[in-house]
Protein backbone atom coordinates (compact mmCIF):
# COMPACT_ATOMS: atom_id res chain seq x y z
CA UNK A 1 0.00 0.00 0.00
CA UNK A 2 1.02 3.46 -0.66
CA UNK A 3 1.35 5.83 2.32
CA UNK A 4 -0.28 8.98 2.80
CA UNK A 5 0.87 11.51 4.83
CA UNK A 6 -1.63 14.19 5.67
CA UNK A 7 -0.56 17.85 7.43
CA UNK A 8 -2.89 18.77 10.14
CA UNK A 9 -2.49 22.46 11.88
CA UNK A 10 -4.10 22.41 15.02
CA UNK A 11 -4.07 26.05 16.74
CA UNK A 12 -4.64 25.68 20.54
CA UNK A 13 -5.04 27.71 23.16
CA UNK A 14 -1.26 28.15 23.97
CA UNK A 15 0.06 26.45 21.75
CA UNK A 16 0.07 25.46 17.79
CA UNK A 17 1.49 22.72 16.41
CA UNK A 18 1.94 21.21 12.53
CA UNK A 19 1.38 16.92 13.20
CA UNK A 20 2.21 14.97 10.22
CA UNK A 21 -0.57 11.93 10.30
CA UNK A 22 0.95 8.84 8.33
CA UNK A 23 -1.57 6.23 7.13
CA UNK A 24 -0.73 3.28 5.41
CA UNK A 25 -4.03 1.67 4.47
CA UNK A 26 -5.09 0.17 8.44
CA UNK A 27 -3.45 2.88 10.59
CA UNK A 28 -2.66 6.12 11.29
CA UNK A 29 0.72 7.51 13.44
CA UNK A 30 1.04 10.73 14.25
CA UNK A 31 4.33 12.52 14.37
CA UNK A 32 5.19 16.26 15.01
CA UNK A 33 6.25 18.21 13.00
CA UNK A 34 6.87 21.56 14.49
CA UNK A 35 5.10 23.30 17.33
CA UNK A 36 5.20 27.10 18.25
CA UNK A 37 3.59 29.39 20.49
CA UNK A 38 -0.23 30.91 20.01
CA UNK A 39 -0.61 33.22 22.89
CA UNK A 40 -2.61 36.53 22.22
CA UNK A 41 -1.01 40.07 21.66
CA UNK A 42 -2.52 43.04 23.37
CA UNK A 43 -2.76 46.35 20.90
CA UNK A 44 -4.31 49.28 22.42
CA UNK A 45 -5.70 47.25 25.01
CA UNK A 46 -7.64 44.49 23.16
CA UNK A 47 -6.24 40.79 22.77
CA UNK A 48 -5.57 39.77 19.60
CA UNK A 49 -3.74 36.90 17.80
CA UNK A 50 -0.34 37.23 16.53
CA UNK A 51 -1.53 37.01 12.94
CA UNK A 52 2.14 37.59 11.55
CA UNK A 53 3.71 35.52 13.45
CA UNK A 54 1.59 32.83 12.96
CA UNK A 55 1.42 33.44 9.36
CA UNK A 56 5.02 32.66 9.43
CA UNK A 57 4.78 29.53 11.74
CA UNK A 58 2.41 28.19 9.16
CA UNK A 59 5.03 28.58 5.99
CA UNK A 60 7.77 27.27 8.68
CA UNK A 61 5.90 24.41 9.46
CA UNK A 62 5.10 24.01 6.04
CA UNK A 63 9.02 24.01 5.28
CA UNK A 64 9.84 21.83 7.89
CA UNK A 65 7.23 19.09 6.35
CA UNK A 66 8.82 19.50 3.24
CA UNK A 67 12.25 19.14 4.58
CA UNK A 68 11.19 15.41 5.03
CA UNK A 69 11.42 12.51 2.23
CA UNK A 70 8.41 12.00 2.39
CA UNK A 71 6.41 14.02 0.59
CA UNK A 72 3.16 15.05 1.80
CA UNK A 73 -0.62 15.02 0.17
CA UNK A 74 -2.61 17.17 1.88
CA UNK A 75 -2.91 19.86 4.96
CA UNK A 76 -5.72 20.81 6.82
CA UNK A 77 -6.71 23.56 9.71
CA UNK A 78 -8.58 23.85 12.54
CA UNK A 79 -8.43 26.32 15.40
CA UNK A 80 -10.64 27.02 18.12
CA UNK A 81 -14.43 28.53 17.44
CA UNK A 82 -16.05 31.64 17.01
CA UNK A 83 -13.04 34.04 16.38
CA UNK A 84 -12.94 35.60 12.84
CA UNK A 85 -11.25 38.19 10.46
CA UNK A 86 -12.21 41.26 8.64
CA UNK A 87 -10.66 41.56 4.92
CA UNK A 88 -10.94 44.48 2.62
CA UNK A 89 -11.25 44.59 -1.27
CA UNK A 90 -7.40 44.40 -1.26
CA UNK A 91 -7.80 40.76 0.54
CA UNK A 92 -6.15 42.36 3.34
CA UNK A 93 -6.68 42.24 6.99
CA UNK A 94 -8.27 45.65 8.30
CA UNK A 95 -6.54 44.68 11.71
CA UNK A 96 -5.33 41.46 13.32
CA UNK A 97 -8.18 38.97 14.25
CA UNK A 98 -9.48 39.64 18.07
CA UNK A 99 -9.62 36.83 20.60
CA UNK A 100 -12.69 36.03 21.94
CA UNK A 101 -11.47 36.64 25.51
CA UNK A 102 -11.17 39.97 24.94
CA UNK A 103 -13.93 41.92 26.98
CA UNK A 104 -15.49 44.20 24.09
CA UNK A 105 -18.49 42.30 24.06
CA UNK A 106 -19.35 43.10 28.01
CA UNK A 107 -22.99 43.98 27.73
CA UNK A 108 -23.55 43.95 24.06
CA UNK A 109 -26.02 41.12 24.25
CA UNK A 110 -28.46 43.97 25.49
CA UNK A 111 -27.89 46.64 22.82
CA UNK A 112 -29.09 44.28 20.04
CA UNK A 113 -32.58 44.06 18.07
CA UNK A 114 -32.48 40.02 18.36
CA UNK A 115 -33.40 38.64 21.32
CA UNK A 116 -32.32 35.06 22.74
CA UNK A 117 -35.04 32.78 22.34
CA UNK A 118 -35.39 34.05 18.68
CA UNK A 119 -31.52 33.77 17.98
CA UNK A 120 -31.57 30.06 19.59
CA UNK A 121 -34.86 29.04 17.58
CA UNK A 122 -33.08 30.33 13.65
CA UNK A 123 -29.55 29.22 14.91
CA UNK A 124 -30.08 26.14 17.84
CA UNK A 125 -26.63 27.84 19.14
CA UNK A 126 -26.20 28.45 23.09
CA UNK A 127 -25.55 32.13 24.29
CA UNK A 128 -22.06 32.77 25.08
CA UNK A 129 -21.08 36.02 25.28
CA UNK A 130 -17.90 35.83 22.78
CA UNK A 131 -19.63 34.52 19.88
CA UNK A 132 -18.89 35.67 16.41
CA UNK A 133 -22.28 37.46 16.29
CA UNK A 134 -21.95 39.56 19.27
CA UNK A 135 -18.21 40.34 18.81
CA UNK A 136 -19.11 41.68 15.24
CA UNK A 137 -21.80 43.65 16.48
CA UNK A 138 -19.74 45.53 18.80
CA UNK A 139 -16.88 46.05 16.45
CA UNK A 140 -19.43 47.37 13.55
CA UNK A 141 -20.37 49.14 16.53
CA UNK A 142 -17.26 50.69 17.75
CA UNK A 143 -16.33 51.15 13.70
CA UNK A 144 -19.13 52.54 11.83
CA UNK A 145 -16.87 52.98 9.04
CA UNK A 146 -15.88 49.13 8.38
CA UNK A 147 -19.24 49.40 6.85
CA UNK A 148 -17.50 50.65 3.84
CA UNK A 149 -13.93 48.73 4.27
CA UNK A 150 -14.71 45.46 5.03
CA UNK A 151 -15.45 42.83 2.20
CA UNK A 152 -14.88 39.59 3.37
CA UNK A 153 -15.00 37.81 6.66
CA UNK A 154 -13.33 34.38 7.81
CA UNK A 155 -13.26 32.78 10.18
CA UNK A 156 -9.37 31.84 11.26
CA UNK A 157 -9.15 28.42 9.54
CA UNK A 158 -10.27 30.30 6.45
CA UNK A 159 -8.15 33.15 6.72
CA UNK A 160 -4.95 30.53 6.69
CA UNK A 161 -6.85 28.61 4.03
CA UNK A 162 -6.75 32.06 1.89
CA UNK A 163 -3.55 32.63 2.95
CA UNK A 164 -2.78 29.51 1.74
CA UNK A 165 -4.36 29.00 -1.67
CA UNK A 166 -5.61 32.62 -2.17
CA UNK A 167 -9.66 31.89 -1.96
CA UNK A 168 -12.11 33.38 0.05
CA UNK A 169 -14.51 30.60 1.73
CA UNK A 170 -16.08 29.48 5.01
CA UNK A 171 -16.23 26.16 6.59
CA UNK A 172 -19.30 24.99 7.84
CA UNK A 173 -18.74 23.78 10.76
CA UNK A 174 -16.73 26.99 12.41
CA UNK A 175 -19.24 28.91 10.89
CA UNK A 176 -21.59 26.88 12.89
CA UNK A 177 -20.41 28.31 15.76
CA UNK A 178 -21.13 31.85 14.85
CA UNK A 179 -24.75 32.23 15.41
CA UNK A 180 -25.28 33.35 12.22
CA UNK A 181 -26.02 30.58 10.29
CA UNK A 182 -29.44 28.48 10.45
CA UNK A 183 -29.47 25.59 11.95
CA UNK A 184 -31.87 23.72 9.48
CA UNK A 185 -31.07 25.28 6.21
CA UNK A 186 -27.11 25.33 7.42
CA UNK A 187 -26.72 28.70 5.23
CA UNK A 188 -26.04 32.07 6.41
CA UNK A 189 -29.04 33.57 8.06
CA UNK A 190 -30.00 36.77 6.10
CA UNK A 191 -32.66 37.41 7.91
CA UNK A 192 -30.45 38.18 11.17
CA UNK A 193 -27.57 39.26 9.12
CA UNK A 194 -29.86 42.06 7.68
CA UNK A 195 -31.56 43.15 11.00
CA UNK A 196 -28.32 43.43 13.34
CA UNK A 197 -26.73 45.43 9.97
CA UNK A 198 -24.25 43.77 9.01
CA UNK A 199 -23.23 44.00 5.16
CA UNK A 200 -24.54 41.02 2.96
CA UNK A 201 -21.24 40.77 0.96
CA UNK A 202 -19.23 39.61 4.49
CA UNK A 203 -20.92 36.45 4.19
CA UNK A 204 -18.73 33.32 1.65
CA UNK A 205 -20.00 30.41 0.28
CA UNK A 206 -20.37 28.02 2.69
CA UNK A 207 -18.04 24.73 1.71
CA UNK A 208 -18.29 21.26 4.02
CA UNK A 209 -15.96 19.23 5.78
CA UNK A 210 -14.16 16.72 3.27
CA UNK A 211 -14.18 19.15 0.68
CA UNK A 212 -11.04 21.19 -0.91
CA UNK A 213 -10.27 24.52 -0.30
CA UNK A 214 -8.05 24.83 -2.81
CA UNK A 215 -4.66 24.07 -3.87
CA UNK A 216 -1.57 25.30 -2.42
CA UNK A 217 -0.33 28.28 -3.96
CA UNK A 218 2.61 28.13 -6.50
CA UNK A 219 4.42 30.86 -4.34
CA UNK A 220 4.22 29.28 -0.98
CA UNK A 221 5.37 25.93 -3.35
CA UNK A 222 8.16 28.07 -3.98
CA UNK A 223 9.31 29.40 -0.84
CA UNK A 224 9.15 26.19 1.18
CA UNK A 225 10.72 24.42 -1.93
CA UNK A 226 8.38 21.42 -3.52
CA UNK A 227 7.29 21.07 -7.10
CA UNK A 228 3.91 19.57 -6.75
CA UNK A 229 0.67 21.14 -5.51
CA UNK A 230 -1.13 20.03 -2.67
CA UNK A 231 -4.69 20.38 -2.17
CA UNK A 232 -5.74 22.35 1.02
CA UNK A 233 -8.63 20.69 2.18
CA UNK A 234 -12.30 21.89 4.32
CA UNK A 235 -11.55 19.35 7.14
CA UNK A 236 -13.54 20.18 10.41
CA UNK A 237 -11.91 23.27 10.40
CA UNK A 238 -13.84 24.12 14.35
CA UNK A 239 -11.17 22.07 16.59
CA UNK A 240 -14.18 20.66 18.80
CA UNK A 241 -15.61 19.17 15.11
CA UNK A 242 -12.55 17.62 14.24
CA UNK A 243 -12.24 16.61 18.13
CA UNK A 244 -15.55 14.80 17.51
CA UNK A 245 -14.60 13.49 14.33
CA UNK A 246 -11.69 12.16 15.99
CA UNK A 247 -13.43 9.69 19.03
CA UNK A 248 -13.18 5.62 18.07
CA UNK A 249 -17.57 6.15 19.53
CA UNK A 250 -19.36 3.15 18.48
CA UNK A 251 -23.21 3.63 19.87
CA UNK A 252 -25.16 6.41 19.37
CA UNK A 253 -25.85 6.29 23.56
CA UNK A 254 -22.23 7.20 24.33
CA UNK A 255 -21.86 10.76 25.32
CA UNK A 256 -18.80 12.45 24.66
CA UNK A 257 -16.34 14.92 26.35
CA UNK A 258 -13.65 16.76 25.02
CA UNK A 259 -11.50 18.01 27.84
CA UNK A 260 -9.43 20.95 26.71
CA UNK A 261 -9.29 24.58 27.94
CA UNK A 262 -13.10 23.77 27.52
CA UNK A 263 -14.77 21.08 28.41
CA UNK A 264 -17.40 20.27 25.83
CA UNK A 265 -19.99 17.68 26.94
CA UNK A 266 -22.51 16.06 24.37
CA UNK A 267 -23.94 13.82 21.66
CA UNK A 268 -23.29 13.30 18.42
CA UNK A 269 -27.09 13.60 16.56
CA UNK A 270 -28.54 13.41 13.18
CA UNK A 271 -30.78 16.20 13.31
CA UNK A 272 -31.40 19.27 15.33
CA UNK A 273 -33.13 19.09 18.60
CA UNK A 274 -34.00 22.86 19.22
CA UNK A 275 -36.55 23.47 21.75
CA UNK A 276 -37.95 24.95 24.82
CA UNK A 277 -35.83 22.98 26.95
CA UNK A 278 -32.65 23.49 25.35
CA UNK A 279 -33.20 26.94 24.66
CA UNK A 280 -32.90 27.05 28.78
CA UNK A 281 -30.28 24.74 29.24
CA UNK A 282 -28.45 26.13 26.72
CA UNK A 283 -27.28 23.61 24.73
CA UNK A 284 -25.31 23.86 21.36
CA UNK A 285 -26.03 22.00 17.91
CA UNK A 286 -23.11 22.89 16.43
CA UNK A 287 -22.45 21.85 13.00
CA UNK A 288 -20.62 18.44 12.48
CA UNK A 289 -18.61 16.37 9.47
CA UNK A 290 -20.65 14.25 7.72
CA UNK A 291 -24.24 15.86 7.91
CA UNK A 292 -24.21 15.26 12.11
CA UNK A 293 -24.98 17.98 14.82
CA UNK A 294 -22.89 18.33 17.85
CA UNK A 295 -25.46 18.89 20.05
CA UNK A 296 -23.37 19.88 23.19
CA UNK A 297 -23.15 22.30 25.97
CA UNK A 298 -19.50 24.45 26.95
CA UNK A 299 -18.62 24.43 29.97
CA UNK A 300 -15.71 25.89 31.77
CA UNK A 301 -12.41 23.73 31.60
CA UNK A 302 -8.80 22.96 32.02
CA UNK A 303 -8.47 26.53 31.94
CA UNK A 304 -9.29 26.76 35.34
CA UNK A 305 -6.31 24.53 36.42
CA UNK A 306 -4.09 26.40 34.10
CA UNK A 307 -4.85 29.68 36.05
CA UNK A 308 -4.74 27.93 39.47
CA UNK A 309 -0.82 27.00 38.06
CA UNK A 310 -0.28 30.52 36.31
CA UNK A 311 -1.84 32.55 39.51
CA UNK A 312 -0.46 30.40 42.26
CA UNK A 313 3.24 30.46 40.63
CA UNK A 314 3.09 34.34 40.16
CA UNK A 315 1.72 34.70 44.21
CA UNK A 316 3.60 31.89 46.21
CA UNK A 317 7.56 31.29 46.09
CA UNK A 318 6.77 27.57 45.95
CA UNK A 319 6.72 26.90 42.34
CA UNK A 320 4.21 24.28 41.00
CA UNK A 321 3.30 22.05 38.50
CA UNK A 322 -0.08 20.05 37.56
CA UNK A 323 1.31 17.11 39.73
CA UNK A 324 1.53 19.20 42.21
CA UNK A 325 -2.44 20.29 41.68
CA UNK A 326 -3.49 17.22 41.44
CA UNK A 327 -1.71 15.64 44.83
CA UNK A 328 -2.90 18.79 46.70
CA UNK A 329 -6.65 18.36 45.36
CA UNK A 330 -6.81 14.15 46.73
CA UNK A 331 -5.16 15.70 50.19
CA UNK A 332 -7.08 17.91 51.15
CA UNK A 333 -9.39 17.65 54.18
CA UNK A 334 -11.84 20.04 53.12
CA UNK A 335 -13.99 20.16 50.05
CA UNK A 336 -15.68 23.06 48.10
CA UNK A 337 -17.45 23.23 44.83
CA UNK A 338 -17.95 25.80 42.44
CA UNK A 339 -19.84 26.73 39.38
CA UNK A 340 -17.64 26.41 36.46
CA UNK A 341 -19.35 28.44 34.19
CA UNK A 342 -20.22 31.15 36.31
CA UNK A 343 -18.75 34.48 34.70
CA UNK A 344 -16.33 34.96 37.77
CA UNK A 345 -14.37 32.16 36.03
CA UNK A 346 -14.23 33.49 32.23
CA UNK A 347 -11.07 35.59 32.62
CA UNK A 348 -10.17 35.87 36.27
CA UNK A 349 -7.25 37.77 36.81
CA UNK A 350 -6.64 35.64 39.95
CA UNK A 351 -7.98 32.68 39.97
CA UNK A 352 -7.90 31.62 43.66
CA UNK A 353 -9.90 35.16 44.44
CA UNK A 354 -12.86 34.03 42.11
CA UNK A 355 -12.68 30.53 43.79
CA UNK A 356 -13.33 32.10 47.07
CA UNK A 357 -15.79 35.33 46.31
CA UNK A 358 -17.67 31.79 44.91
CA UNK A 359 -17.39 30.06 47.86
CA UNK A 360 -17.84 32.90 50.20
CA UNK A 361 -20.89 34.13 48.46
CA UNK A 362 -22.75 30.32 48.34
CA UNK A 363 -22.05 29.78 51.68
CA UNK A 364 -19.06 27.07 51.78
CA UNK A 365 -16.53 29.41 54.04
CA UNK A 366 -13.33 30.16 52.22
CA UNK A 367 -10.56 28.26 50.72
CA UNK A 368 -6.99 29.25 51.53
CA UNK A 369 -4.66 26.44 50.40
CA UNK A 370 -3.68 25.13 46.85
CA UNK A 371 -5.94 21.47 47.77
CA UNK A 372 -8.96 23.18 48.59
CA UNK A 373 -8.55 25.23 45.55
CA UNK A 374 -7.74 22.66 43.55
CA UNK A 375 -10.73 20.73 44.81
CA UNK A 376 -13.18 23.25 44.28
CA UNK A 377 -11.82 23.03 40.55
CA UNK A 378 -12.76 19.61 40.28
CA UNK A 379 -16.06 19.03 41.89
CA UNK A 380 -17.38 21.92 40.03
CA UNK A 381 -16.13 20.53 36.88
CA UNK A 382 -17.44 17.11 37.69
CA UNK A 383 -20.79 17.78 39.37
CA UNK A 384 -21.36 20.37 36.48
CA UNK A 385 -20.87 17.31 33.92
CA UNK A 386 -22.76 14.95 35.86
CA UNK A 387 -26.10 17.82 35.81
CA UNK A 388 -25.40 18.67 32.09
CA UNK A 389 -25.79 14.23 31.17
CA UNK A 390 -29.15 14.82 33.47
CA UNK A 391 -29.83 17.26 31.05
CA UNK A 392 -28.64 15.77 27.82
CA UNK A 393 -30.92 12.54 28.91
CA UNK A 394 -34.08 14.44 29.78
CA UNK A 395 -33.58 16.54 26.43
CA UNK A 396 -32.85 13.41 24.27
CA UNK A 397 -34.87 10.84 25.80
CA UNK A 398 -31.89 8.74 25.54
CA UNK A 399 -30.00 6.98 28.61
CA UNK A 400 -26.35 7.59 28.41
CA UNK A 401 -24.36 4.32 29.03
CA UNK A 402 -20.49 5.53 28.55
CA UNK A 403 -18.69 8.52 28.15
CA UNK A 404 -15.92 9.36 25.66
CA UNK A 405 -13.13 11.43 27.28
CA UNK A 406 -10.79 12.97 24.84
CA UNK A 407 -8.18 16.21 24.40
CA UNK A 408 -5.11 16.53 26.54
CA UNK A 409 -6.97 17.18 30.01
CA UNK A 410 -7.34 13.36 29.92
CA UNK A 411 -4.14 12.73 30.56
CA UNK A 412 -5.51 14.05 34.20
CA UNK A 413 -6.41 10.87 35.31
CA UNK A 414 -7.61 12.63 38.59
CA UNK A 415 -10.34 14.37 36.53
CA UNK A 416 -11.11 10.75 34.29
CA UNK A 417 -12.12 8.77 37.59
CA UNK A 418 -13.88 11.65 39.32
CA UNK A 419 -15.66 12.15 36.43
CA UNK A 420 -16.50 8.30 35.97
CA UNK A 421 -17.57 8.35 40.10
CA UNK A 422 -19.49 11.39 40.36
CA UNK A 423 -21.99 10.44 36.83
CA UNK A 424 -21.69 6.52 38.00
CA UNK A 425 -20.61 5.64 34.21
CA UNK A 426 -18.23 4.28 32.43
CA UNK A 427 -15.00 6.54 30.85
CA UNK A 428 -13.45 5.34 27.93
CA UNK A 429 -10.48 7.65 28.05
CA UNK A 430 -8.73 8.30 24.43
CA UNK A 431 -7.57 9.42 22.49
CA UNK A 432 -5.42 13.01 23.24
CA UNK A 433 -4.81 13.69 20.42
CA UNK A 434 -8.90 13.51 19.10
CA UNK A 435 -8.72 16.64 17.11
CA UNK A 436 -5.82 16.36 15.20
CA UNK A 437 -7.07 12.53 13.90
CA UNK A 438 -10.34 14.05 13.20
CA UNK A 439 -8.18 16.68 11.37
CA UNK A 440 -6.15 13.63 9.16
CA UNK A 441 -9.10 11.55 8.54
CA UNK A 442 -10.97 14.42 7.13
CA UNK A 443 -7.96 14.97 5.02
CA UNK A 444 -7.97 11.02 4.47
CA UNK A 445 -11.53 10.96 3.13
CA UNK A 446 -11.39 14.00 0.85
CA UNK A 447 -8.63 11.90 -0.34
CA UNK A 448 -10.69 8.85 -1.05
CA UNK A 449 -9.06 6.86 1.39
CA UNK A 450 -11.88 6.43 3.72
CA UNK A 451 -15.41 6.66 2.73
CA UNK A 452 -17.62 6.62 5.62
CA UNK A 453 -17.71 8.03 9.50
CA UNK A 454 -18.04 4.70 10.63
CA UNK A 455 -15.04 3.68 9.11
CA UNK A 456 -12.76 7.01 10.03
CA UNK A 457 -13.69 5.61 14.00
CA UNK A 458 -12.74 2.16 12.91
CA UNK A 459 -9.06 3.38 11.65
CA UNK A 460 -8.92 5.73 14.79
CA UNK A 461 -9.61 2.61 17.23
CA UNK A 462 -7.10 0.65 15.19
CA UNK A 463 -4.47 3.66 15.64
CA UNK A 464 -4.84 4.52 19.46
CA UNK A 465 -4.88 2.67 22.98
CA UNK A 466 -7.78 3.81 25.12
CA UNK A 467 -8.06 3.92 29.06
CA UNK A 468 -11.03 2.50 30.95
CA UNK A 469 -12.61 4.54 34.03
CA UNK A 470 -14.82 2.15 35.92
CA UNK A 471 -17.44 4.04 38.74
CA UNK A 472 -15.92 3.84 41.96
CA UNK A 473 -17.89 4.74 45.14
CA UNK A 474 -15.30 4.64 47.59
CA UNK A 475 -14.73 8.67 47.46
CA UNK A 476 -11.85 9.90 45.32
CA UNK A 477 -8.84 7.46 45.48
CA UNK A 478 -7.07 6.37 42.25
C1 LIG B 1 -12.68 24.72 22.10
C2 LIG B 1 -13.53 25.78 21.45
C3 LIG B 1 -14.99 25.65 21.80
C4 LIG B 1 -15.41 27.07 21.56
C5 LIG B 1 -14.28 27.84 22.20
C6 LIG B 1 -14.12 29.25 21.75
O1 LIG B 1 -11.34 24.88 21.76
O2 LIG B 1 -13.38 25.74 20.05
O3 LIG B 1 -15.69 24.72 21.03
O4 LIG B 1 -16.66 27.38 22.02
O5 LIG B 1 -13.14 27.06 21.92
Not at 134 to 153: H, R, S
Not at 258 to 283: A, M
Not at 400 to 417: A, P, R, S, T, Y
Not at 436 to 457: D, K, Y
Request: hydrophobic share 40%; aromatic share 10%; proline share 4%.
Amino acid sequence: TKYKKCLAFDFGASSGRLIAGVYNGEKVVLEEVYRFNNEPVTINNHLHWNLELLYKHILNGLEAASKDVAEFDSIGIDTWGVDYCLLDKEEKPVHWPFHYRDDRTEGISSKMPIHFEEFYSKTGIQFLPFNTVYQLFAEFKNNPKLNQKAEYLLFIPDLFNHFLTGNNKTEYTIASTSQLLNVNSKQWDFDIIERLGFPKHLFQEIIFPGEIYGMLHEKHMRKIGISNSVPVISVGSHDTASAVAGIPLEHEDSAYLICGSWSLLGLEIQNPVVNEISFKDSFSNEGGVFNTIRFLKNINGMFLLQQLKKHYNEIFTRKIDFADIINAAKLSHKSFSINPNHSLFLSPDNVMEAINSYCIATGQGKPDNLGEWAIAIYNGLTQEFENQLLNIESITGKKIKQIHMVGGGIQDELLCQMTANVTNKKVVAGPVESSVLGNVMIQLFALGEVSTLSEIRQVIKRSVSLKVYEPKLEGLSL
